[in-house]
């Protein structure tokens, strides 16, 4: 073994399995960091403190403060959050937890309202798929990656851990959650954790356009109840690890819809019980790793509008049920001292039912085949991965059986460089497709089983300049830029046929999208006072280009800001036994966009700023400690809509107590 | 480089991009006649319905003295009134020196001063869909149960005194009521039962304007939609088909007059299928061909069913179909919406809906099918009436 590193060392060459020798590879990754966490794409993370710091109260929360985000959000805490990453779409990106994936093959959508941060260690982001050995074919799909690690407990010194909470918050909010940890063995824990949340929703706006009267109101039926249990295991054995997570949600909320004219009040519900199993296991050896996943999920929605009060608008009442196996298989070898070869395969199967008129039952099943090829150096490393996807659908349309089957091979290069000791270079390629979803193929009428994968090609060039000083208050210094190019053709999208009753999904859409991404990091500390600085800065170009000579041709995406900014500024105290003090504030600025892509005056969205605020402590009383946060939203308090229509609440604040025992 | 200038660098950078960009788009164009100018004098209103959900109806105005197109008049001539016009604008109509807007989704009639738009008052009625007028009252058709109860009840008709601007009685009608005609003292309501897809009503629900009651029901088509009365005291009424099997179709009905409703005759006019159409004189302007069952619609083109547009006359006393198309180019619209005849010159508008989502279109043909001028409106321009409108 030592001859081998001596010999790769050599050449100037570093192993990459942490497996086969911890001791000597940690000493040889002071000046080469390993290939496996090099990251040849652009990517961010929030984690451990800088994550406990921010005054977020869901993932989504947290997820906007990335550059080349927009966080689709309808407001309030039952309101849909959905992430775009540089402007691609929503379905472009792929949602991870713990390594596999988030998936709805109903409709493609996650909302991300439902993850709460408490119980997750590290949220990143990767515009194209993350870097790693012994990833799921799945994990190579998306044309921007999201993965949330879950926590792993630290122990201390006693077995177990039990943590309560409670946070009360603005729109009478109370959540009240429950956490567990178990020492399992020597390698291995358990953590439970019950969280149950009530709140009534309802928070005053105000409605002003240019020229029109103000209006205040009360944002009503933005109740949200829900009850999540989640359990998680994990431990390490000889050189293989684990995890397992199980993890059901149930919730009910009111959706408080449009906010228009004569219409404040909506009556639309939904009900959610969704539920899934999922684990992993992985083994490393001298010049080999395997990894499997495994996961079943089960969901179930029932969606109720009745307009009995109101009059107008149709009464639905559906029910859709989803279930949804999934299996995956990863191995790597090392060919050759610098050149590593991972293999993956993943099967997925789903099934959609729902008790709506003329349904037509689809079940699909999907191959995904990744192949990956890892070559690297001292100063360099560079990628190329292949997945092929075949997709098989099938459905009865009354007494016809339905057989649609689509494939799409995708491949991705990427390279890095480390051109001095502070600069890196990367560069990424990156074909990707979003399959379309159950509905897009099948809804009652809208569906279209001829559709084809949406297309979507990324382009990014990056360099990350960091220094990270001996002396003096400032500890680190980080800079990072990436230029990029999109484009996405066969875009997915709702076309009406020649009457407005009857609505097709074509693939006839088509944009282009330039963009830089910007940020910078600083970070210092001084004795027991530590401080932060992440500005993050985007720009982008998201242009309509399905058909030159059309109206439309040419103009901004709708949702699609030029410019957008992010800031995050936060001081720590840390005084050990007498107490762990912090302040964040966090920045949040989203310039001129517009909601259509007539890009007309009427349709133009003012730009929006909101401003964050949270300060934390946390005491250790003994053996116990005592955690109290403050945050404060929208701190300037200012009225703005993310969606047209939808306005988001004014300034509120919540007050979160926790007892670690 | 040291941190201040780094610091700087990124200040610059954050201060340029807070800075707020009026004018991201250029300056879009109007549109405007060709040298023919319809000339004459009055005003064309058109209501852009909107997308649902976000409050984008919207009044735009042509005069057709001097060609000129205002957009969104509504909200520049009414600033006190809060959040404009509404969501989902679903009917436009002159009676009188009032004009009343349909805004289906914001459950309200907007009356507003014919001559200016000024806001006059709005009624409050769930579901608002068509207008029309008889006498002293105007009558608007509603997706909402008489009795409240929402949409799973069959709709009404709701009778308003023009002068006081109330509802002084209200009526039921069949599921989903749409478009009204007057004939003979009865009002004859065209109902689609839209919402109970697939099981459409397809009745002309008959009331009695004399006492404002139900006196029964016409059997036709499904999924009935627009409704309108010649001079010759028939019915024109068309069905949108089950967007399955049964395509669109056109239907004459000749009302039984004081016999028992069912009696009367309804005749399908072949050959003929209708989403919008208009009236003048005896010449009715259908424009169909709107929809193709699923199983034809091709996936590749995007434009299934567009190129099937038809524009045809038929005459309401032959009740012949006039040979050929009424205007020269069909393939220049790509979603016919909305059909308004001028009823002083042989002028017709017909708007663009384009692609339902962006700017629409109105488009003005003479009496040889030509083009004559061509204006961007708002998103889906449906609904047009004319005011003072003369030679």
Same mark, same amino acid.
């Given at each position: 073994?030592?001859?081998?590193?001596?010999?790769?060392?050599?050449?100037?060459?570093?192993?990459?399995?942490?497996?086969?020798?911890?001791?000597?590879?940690?000493?040889?990754?002071?000046?080469?960091?390993?290939?496996?966490?090099?990251?040849?794409?652009?990517?961010?993370?929030?984690?451990?403190?800088?994550?406990?710091?921010?005054?977020?109260?869901?993932?989504?929360?947290?997820?906007?403060?990335?550059?080349?985000?927009?966080?689709?959000?309808?407001?309030?805490?039952?309101?849909?959050?959905?992430?775009?990453?540089?402007?691609?779409?929503?379905?472009?990106?792929?949602?991870?937890?713990?390594?596999?994936?988030?998936?709805?093959?109903?409709?493609?959508?996650?909302?991300?309202?439902?993850?709460?941060?408490?119980?997750?260690?590290?949220?990143?982001?990767?515009?194209?798929?993350?870097?790693?050995?012994?990833?799921?074919?799945?994990?190579?799909?998306?044309?921007?990656?999201?993965?949330?690690?879950?926590?792993?407990?630290?122990?201390?010194?006693?077995?177990?851990?039990?943590?309560?909470?409670?946070?009360?918050?603005?729109?009478?909010?109370?959540?009240?959650?429950?956490?567990?940890?178990?020492?399992?063995?020597?390698?291995?824990?358990?953590?439970?954790?019950?969280?149950?949340?009530?709140?009534?929703?309802?928070?005053?706006?105000?409605?002003?356009?240019?020229?029109?009267?103000?209006?205040?109101?009360?944002?009503?039926?933005?109740?949200?109840?829900?009850?999540?249990?989640?359990?998680?295991?994990?431990?390490?054995?000889?050189?293989?690890?684990?995890?397992?997570?199980?993890?059901?949600?149930?919730?009910?909320?009111?959706?408080?819809?449009?906010?228009?004219?004569?219409?404040?009040?909506?009556?639309?519900?939904?009900?959610?019980?969704?539920?899934?199993?999922?684990?992993?296991?992985?083994?490393?050896?001298?010049?080999?790793?395997?990894?499997?996943?495994?996961?079943?999920?089960?969901?179930?929605?029932?969606?109720?509008?009745?307009?009995?009060?109101?009059?107008?608008?149709?009464?639905?009442?559906?029910?859709?049920?989803?279930?949804?196996?999934?299996?995956?298989?990863?191995?790597?070898?090392?060919?050759?001292?610098?050149?590593?070869?991972?293999?993956?395969?993943?099967?997925?199967?789903?099934?959609?039912?729902?008790?709506?008129?003329?349904?037509?039952?689809?079940?699909?099943?999907?191959?995904?085949?990744?192949?990956?090829?890892?070559?690297?150096?001292?100063?360099?490393?560079?990628?190329?991965?292949?997945?092929?996807?075949?997709?098989?659908?099938?459905?009865?349309?009354?007494?016809?059986?339905?057989?649609?089957?689509?494939?799409?091979?995708?491949?991705?290069?990427?390279?890095?460089?480390?051109?001095?000791?502070?600069?890196?270079?990367?560069?990424?390629?990156k074909n990707s497709y979003r399959m379309p979803t159950l509905n897009d193929l099948y809804y009652t009428s809208t569906g279209n089983r001829s559709l084809n994968p949406e297309n979507a090609l990324?382009?990014?060039?990056?360099?990350?300049?960091?220094?990270?000083?001996?002396?003096?208050?400032?500890?680190?210094?980080?800079?990072?830029?990436?230029?990029?190019?999109?484009?996405?053709?066969?875009?997915?999208?709702?076309?009406?046929?020649?009457?407005?009753?009857?609505?097709?999904?074509?693939?006839?859409?088509?944009?282009?999208?330039?963009?830089?991404?910007?940020?910078?990091?600083?970070?210092?500390?001084?004795?027991?006072?530590?401080?932060?600085?992440?500005?993050?800065?985007?720009?982008?170009?998201?242009?309509?280009?399905?058909?030159?000579?059309?109206?439309?041709?040419?103009?901004?995406?709708?949702?699609?800001?030029?410019?957008?900014?992010?800031?995050?500024?936060?001081?720590?105290?840390?005084?050990?036994?007498?107490?762990?003090?912090?302040?964040?504030?966090?920045?949040?600025?989203?310039?001129?966009?517009?909601?259509?892509?007539?890009?007309?005056?009427?349709?133009?969205?003012?730009?929006?700023?909101?401003?964050?605020?949270?300060?934390?402590?946390?005491?250790?009383?003994?053996?116990?400690?005592?955690?109290?946060?403050?945050?404060?939203?929208?701190?300037?308090?200012?009225?703005?809509?993310?969606?047209?229509?939808?306005?988001?609440?004014?300034?509120?604040?919540?007050?979160?107590?926790?007892?670690?025992? | 480089?040291?941190?201040?200038?780094?610091?700087?660098?990124?200040?610059?950078?954050?201060?340029?991009?807070?800075?707020?960009?009026?004018?991201?788009?250029?300056?879009? %164009?109007? #549109?405007?006649?060709? /040298?023919? !100018?319809?000339?004459?004098? $009055?005003? =064309? +209103?058109?209501? @852009?319905? &909107?997308?649902?959900?976000?409050?984008?109806?919207?009044?735009?105005?042509?005069?057709?003295?001097?060609?000129?197109?205002?957009?969104?008049?509504?909200?520049?001539?009414?600033?006190?009134?809060?959040?404009?016009?509404?969501?989902?604008?679903?009917?436009?109509?002159?009676?009188?020196?009032?004009?009343?807007?349909?805004?289906?989704?914001?459950?309200?009639?907007?009356?507003?001063?014919?001559?200016?738009?000024?806001?006059?008052?709005?009624?409050?009625?769930?579901?608002?869909?068509?207008?029309?007028?008889?006498?002293?009252?105007?009558?608007?058709?509603?997706?909402?149960?008489?009795?409240?109860?929402?949409?799973?009840?069959?709709?009404?008709?709701?009778?308003?005194?023009?002068?006081?601007?109330?509802?002084?009685?209200?009526? %039921?009608? #069949?599921?989903?009521? /749409?478009? !009204?005609?007057?004939?003979? $003292?009865? =009002? +004859?309501?065209? @109902?689609? &039962?839209?919402?109970?897809?697939?099981?459409?009503?397809?009745?002309?629900?008959?009331?009695?304007?004399?006492?404002?009651?139900?006196?029964?029901?016409?059997?036709?088509?499904?999924?009935?939609?627009?409704?309108?009365?010649?001079?010759?005291?028939?019915?024109?009424?068309?069905?949108?088909?089950?967007?399955?099997?049964?395509?669109?179709?056109?239907?004459?009905?000749?009302?039984?007059?004081?016999?028992?409703?069912?009696?009367?005759?309804?005749?399908?006019?072949?050959?003929?299928?209708?989403?919008?159409?208009?009236?003048?004189?005896?010449?009715?302007?259908?424009?169909g061909g709107g929809y193709l069952p699923a199983s034809q619609t091709s996936a590749s083109g995007g434009t299934a069913g567009r190129e099937g547009s038809t524009y045809t006359i038929v005459d309401v006393r032959s009740c012949k179909v006039l040979e050929g198309s009424f205007i020269s180019r069909p393939e220049e619209?790509?979603?016919?919406?909305?059909?308004?005849?001028?009823?002083?010159?042989?002028?017709?508008?017909?708007?663009?809906?384009?692609?339902?989502?962006?700017?629409?279109?109105?488009?003005?043909?003479?009496?040889?099918?030509?083009?004559?001028?061509?204006?961007?409106?708002?998103?889906?321009?449906?609904?047009?009436?004319?005011?003072?409108?003369?030679?």
């Amino acid at each position: 073994m030592h001859s081998l590193l001596a010999i790769s060392l050599a050449l100037g060459l570093s192993s990459s399995f942490p497996g086969t020798a911890p001791d000597s590879l940690e000493a040889s990754s002071v000046s080469a960091p390993r290939a496996e966490n090099i990251a040849a794409v652009p990517v961010q993370t929030l984690s451990g403190k800088e994550l406990r710091r921010l005054p977020a109260a869901n993932v989504a929360d947290a997820i906007r403060l990335f550059s080349g985000v927009q966080v689709k959000d309808y407001g309030g805490r039952g309101g849909l959050k959905t992430v775009n990453v540089r402007s691609l779409g929503t379905h472009h990106t792929a949602v991870f937890l713990d390594g596999i994936m988030i998936d709805n093959a109903q409709n493609g959508t996650i909302d991300l309202g439902r993850l709460s941060l408490d119980n997750l260690e590290a949220i990143s982001l990767y515009n194209g798929h993350k870097n790693g050995l012994l990833l799921s074919a799945k994990e190579y799909a998306g044309a921007a990656s999201v993965h949330f690690r879950t926590r792993v407990p630290s122990f201390g010194k006693g077995p177990c851990r039990l943590k309560l909470s409670y946070t009360f918050a603005s729109f009478a909010s109370h959540d009240a959650s429950v956490l567990m940890e178990n020492r399992l063995g020597r390698h291995s824990w358990s953590s439970l954790r019950l969280e149950g949340l009530k709140s009534g929703g309802a928070y005053p706006f105000s409605y002003s356009r240019d020229g029109g009267r103000d209006t205040t109101a009360l944002r009503c039926n933005a109740d949200l109840s829900c009850l999540k249990v989640e359990e998680s295991l994990g431990g390490a054995a000889g050189s293989g690890r684990w995890n397992a997570k199980a993890f059901l949600y149930v919730s009910d909320r009111g959706y408080p819809g449009a906010v228009v004219r004569g219409r404040i009040m909506h009556e639309d519900r939904q009900k959610d019980f969704d539920a899934f199993l999922q684990g992993g296991w992985e083994r490393r050896w001298e010049r080999s790793a395997v990894a499997v996943r495994g996961k079943y999920s089960c969901g179930k929605l029932r969606y109720i509008s009745d307009p009995t009060e109101e009059g107008g608008s149709m009464y639905v009442d559906n029910c859709f049920l989803q279930h949804e196996a999934y299996g995956s298989a990863s191995s790597a070898f090392n060919l050759l001292p610098w050149l590593e070869f991972s293999p993956a395969l993943d099967l997925q199967f789903n099934l959609l039912d729902s008790d709506m008129r003329m349904f037509v039952f689809p079940r699909r099943s999907a191959i995904y085949g990744a192949v990956n090829a890892t070559a690297h150096g001292r100063f360099f490393k560079a990628d190329l991965s292949l997945l092929e996807t075949a997709v098989f659908d099938m459905s009865t349309d009354g007494s016809n059986r339905i057989n649609s089957n689509r494939s799409r091979l995708t491949p991705s290069a990427d390279l890095w460089f480390q051109l001095s000791e502070n600069l890196q270079l990367r560069a990424f390629v990156k074909n990707s497709y979003r399959m379309p979803t159950l509905n897009d193929l099948y809804y009652t009428s809208t569906g279209n089983r001829s559709l084809n994968p949406e297309n979507a090609l990324q382009y990014d060039l990056g360099a990350e300049w960091e220094h990270r000083p001996e002396h003096g208050f400032l500890k680190e210094i980080s800079l990072s830029a990436d230029a990029y190019h999109n484009e996405v053709k066969d875009k997915i999208v709702a076309v009406p046929t020649a009457s407005q009753f009857q609505w097709m999904m074509l693939n006839v859409g088509r944009c282009r999208i330039p963009g830089v991404d910007a940020s910078m990091r600083l970070e210092g500390e001084r004795k027991h006072f530590s401080a932060g600085l992440l500005l993050r800065w985007s720009f982008q170009d998201a242009r309509e280009t399905a058909s030159p000579g059309s109206d439309n041709y040419g103009n901004f995406l709708p949702y699609a800001p030029r410019h957008s900014v992010s800031a995050v500024l936060n001081l720590g105290l840390d005084k050990g036994k007498a107490g762990d003090y912090s302040l964040c504030i966090s920045m949040l600025y989203t310039g001129d966009r517009y909601d259509s892509l007539s890009n007309s005056e009427e349709n133009h969205i003012a730009p929006w700023h909101s401003e964050d605020l949270a300060v934390k402590g946390l005491w250790h009383c003994g053996k116990k400690d005592l955690g109290a946060d403050f945050c404060l939203n929208n701190l300037l308090g200012r009225q703005y809509e993310i969606v047209r229509c939808y306005p988001m609440p004014r300034r509120n604040f919540s007050i979160r107590l926790s007892l670690w025992i | 480089m040291d941190i201040k200038r780094i610091l700087l660098i990124f200040s610059l950078l954050a201060g340029f991009s807070a800075c707020s960009e009026k004018s991201l788009a250029p300056e879009r %164009e109007e #549109g405007g006649f060709d /040298e023919g !100018m319809p000339g004459g004098s $009055g005003l =064309l +209103y058109i209501l @852009n319905e &909107g997308c649902m959900g976000r409050n984008s109806a919207r009044l735009d105005v042509l005069d057709l003295g001097s060609g000129k197109l205002s957009t969104n008049v509504f909200p520049k001539v009414n600033p006190g009134v809060a959040m404009s016009l509404g969501d989902v604008g679903n009917d436009l109509k002159i009676y009188g020196s009032k004009m009343y807007a349909t805004i289906s989704c914001s459950n309200l009639v907007e009356v507003m001063d014919a001559a200016t738009a000024r806001h006059l008052g709005a009624i409050e009625i769930p579901g608002c869909r068509s207008l029309c007028f008889d006498g002293d009252y105007a009558y608007v058709s509603s997706f909402a149960g008489k009795e409240g109860g929402g949409t799973r009840a069959e709709g009404h008709v709701a009778k308003i005194d023009t002068l006081t601007l109330k509802v002084v009685a209200r009526c %039921e009608a #069949g599921y989903q009521p /749409e478009d !009204m005609a007057v004939s003979g $003292g009865r =009002l +004859y309501v065209a @109902n689609s &039962g839209g919402y109970r897809a697939p099981d459409y009503d397809d009745r002309v629900s008959v009331i009695n304007l004399g006492n404002f009651s139900l006196e029964g029901h016409v059997r036709v088509a499904p999924n009935l939609h627009h409704l309108l009365a010649d001079r010759h005291g028939q019915l024109w009424v068309s069905s949108r088909g089950d967007l399955r099997t049964i395509p669109s179709s056109l239907h004459r009905i000749i009302p039984a007059g004081n016999e028992r409703p069912e009696n009367a005759k309804t005749i399908r006019i072949e050959g003929v299928s209708a989403t919008v159409m208009d009236l003048r004189g005896d010449s009715l302007h259908v424009i169909g061909g709107g929809y193709l069952p699923a199983s034809q619609t091709s996936a590749s083109g995007g434009t299934a069913g567009r190129e099937g547009s038809t524009y045809t006359i038929v005459d309401v006393r032959s009740c012949k179909v006039l040979e050929g198309s009424f205007i020269s180019r069909p393939e220049e619209i790509k979603l016919p919406y909305g059909i308004a005849a001028d009823p002083v010159s042989e002028l017709i508008f017909i708007t663009d809906a384009g692609d339902y989502v962006t700017s629409g279109k109105l488009l003005c043909f003479d009496g040889m099918g030509n083009e004559k001028g061509a204006f961007t409106l708002g998103e889906i321009p449906a609904h047009m009436a004319f005011w003072k409108r003369r030679p």
